[in-house]
């Protein structure tokens, strides 16, 4: 449509002077241009206001974003320090108490000293598997002279 109305040439074909590539328009086609001229404008005007009011949507969506993150952080923290406090109190009864002994150590302990006992099981189970062995061979080669390795 935009085409018809500017791109056209008409068709006695006259240019108006002093333009480059203008046309001779009737009157219906000037008014046409205004029209369209006017109806762009509003169509861009209506254009950039939806989109400035989906910009500011936004913004403001993700400012209310911020404050709520913000105000779970200050909750987590002031969480974080009550538990905190709670702990060096509880510390501080026990030490006064004479009671103190950090727990986490002694399982650790407990743990390890676990994991060596089971190892010195193995190994001994080993050792006593291998001597078997050996007198079974033993045995073996006493029955059977003419074997003379293991």
């Not at 500011?56 to 969480?79: G, H, M, Q, S, Y």
């Amino acid at each position: 449509r935009l085409g018809k109305i500017w791109g056209e040439k008409k068709s006695n074909g006259k240019k108006l002077s002093g333009k480059k590539g203008g046309k001779i328009m009737n009157g219906k086609n000037k008014l046409e241009k205004k029209v369209w001229k006017k109806m762009i404008g509003k169509m861009v005007n209506w254009g950039l206001k939806i989109l400035f009011e989906k910009i500011e949507k936004i913004k403001k969506n993700a400012k209310n974003k911020k404050n709520v993150e913000n105000e779970k952080l200050k909750k987590k923290t002031i969480e974080k320090k009550i538990k905190k406090e709670k702990k060096n109190k509880e510390k501080k009864e026990k030490k006064a108490k004479g009671i103190w002994e950090d727990e986490r150590k002694f399982d650790k302990k407990k743990k390890s000293g676990d994991m060596v006992q089971s190892v010195v099981l193995v190994v001994a189970k080993l050792q006593q598997e291998e001597e078997d062995y050996e007198e079974y061979c033993d045995e073996h080669i006493k029955e059977n002279p003419e074997v003379t390795s293991r």
